[in-house]
């Protein structure tokens, strides 16, 4: 069974960071384009930043500020988070999908997903 578990995230002043953790189960980050997302209340889930074959990219406004990683001796993507605003917070989510080439600007669409992690909460106080 296809799984993504998430870990990390909670309450933290503006201008701190964090770092979220999503380990996959029963396949492989290779052919996936992997993908963080988040959602506030009341909004739309928007792509945050993503990664397929080494290639990253960032919704404008994290750019400079929020780093996609993967560790595939660990099954592991990261997003660490830096000078965080209170804009930021909201629900974070991990996901993926089967990718045999770089989606361009598709990669942040979460229609393309189809597995998704449970969730986390990022709240940044003012």
């Known amino acids: 069974q296809v799984q993504l578990v998430q870990s990390g995230g909670g309450l933290v002043p503006a201008g701190g960071s964090l770092r979220l953790s999503c380990v996959a189960s029963?396949?492989?980050?290779?052919?996936?384009?992997m993908a963080w997302f988040r959602q506030a209340p009341g909004r739309e889930r928007e792509g945050v930043a993503a990664?397929?074959?080494?290639?990253?990219t960032y919704a404008d406004s994290v750019k400079g500020r929020f780093t996609i990683s993967q560790d595939n001796a660990k099954n592991t993507l990261y997003l660490q988070m830096n000078s965080l605003k209170p804009e930021d917070t909201a629900m974070y989510y991990c996901a993926a999908t089967t990718c045999s080439r770089w989606l361009g600007s598709l990669i942040l669409s979460s229609y393309k997903y189809n597995i998704w992690g449970q969730g986390t909460q990022v709240t940044v106080s003012s």
């Open positions: 990664t397929w074959g080494g290639a990253t």
């Open positions: 029963g396949y492989t980050y290779s052919g996936y384009c």
